[in-house]
C-alpha cells in the first residue's frame, strides 16, 4: 500500500513520472494515469501516449483551460494494432473551443494528438485522466 500526499491509500502498483508529472495506478485489469502540462504551441503535438501492445480501450477525461475559455470533453478509443477508432462525446466549452482531440497509431504507441486553435500563443493548461483496459 502506498500513501499519496493528500493522505489517499493506494493499493497495487503505483508509478510516478517527474519529468511530466504522471501518475499511473495499476488495479488489476485496469491502470489509471493522470498528468497535468501546460503548452503555448499553434502546432499539432502529442498530449498522451502508451504502447499499443500493452493496451486495446482507453477512455479519456481531458480538461484545457486558457484564460476564462475552458474546453473539457471525454474520448473513447479502440486500437486493433492496425487502426485507431475515437469518438469524442460529453463536449462542453466556455468561451470558444480551443482546439481538436485525435487519435493516432504510429510505431507501436497509440498517441492521443492535440490541434490547438491559438494563434495567439495562450498558454494552454491541460489535465488528462486516462483509464486504461490491460490486454
Do not use: W
Not at 497495487?12 to 485496469?30: C, H, I, K, Q, R
Not at 471525454?74 to 486500437?79: A, Y
Not at 495562450?122 to 483509464?131: A, E, G
Amino acid at each position: 500500500m502506498a500513501k499519496l500526499k493528500d493522505g489517499t491509500r493506494v493499493y497495487g502498483e503505483l508509478t510516478v513520472d517527474t519529468e511530466v508529472n504522471a501518475v499511473t495506478v495499476n488495479f488489476g485489469p485496469y491502470d489509471l494515469t493522470s498528468n497535468t502540462f501546460s503548452s503555448s504551441s499553434n502546432s499539432p503535438f502529442e498530449v498522451d501516449s502508451f504502447p499499443s501492445s500493452s493496451y486495446s480501450t482507453v477512455k479519456y477525461i481531458v480538461q484545457v483551460k486558457t484564460g476564462s475559455s475552458l474546453h473539457s470533453t471525454e474520448l473513447f478509443c479502440i486500437q486493433d494494432g492496425v487502426t485507431t477508432y475515437m469518438t469524442e462525446y460529453a463536449t462542453l466549452i466556455t468561451g470558444v473551443p480551443l482546439g481538436n482531440f485525435s487519435i493516432t497509431l504510429d510505431a507501436g504507441r497509440m498517441k492521443l494528438m492535440f490541434t490547438p486553435d491559438n494563434p495567439l500563443g495562450n498558454l494552454l493548461n491541460f489535465k488528462v485522466i486516462r483509464y486504461t483496459v490491460t490486454s
